[in-house]
Structure formats: C-alpha cells, structure tokens
C-alpha cells in the first residue's frame, strides 16, 4: 500500500506538512541501507 501512495503522489501530501519533500522519498529498501 505504501507503494502506491508513493507512486500516486499521495505519499507526498501526507508527509509534506511534516516538514518532509520528495528528497526525503527513496527507492533503497532497509536492506540496502543497512548493509555496512
């Protein structure tokens, strides 16, 4: 569900008066972060 709220751009609207943008937005999975 997530991915499409990100993929809709609905994402976005619920985050942005949080103080978060689209920068924030990233394709890597916690995998890929979480590797060191």
């Not at 993929?7 to 394709?27: C, H, K, N, Q, V």
């Amino acid at each position: 569900e997530l991915a499409n709220l990100k993929d809709s751009g609905r994402l976005l609207e619920i985050i942005e008066p949080f103080g978060f943008s689209e920068a924030e937005l990233t394709d890597l999975t916690t995998d890929e972060l979480c590797q060191a």
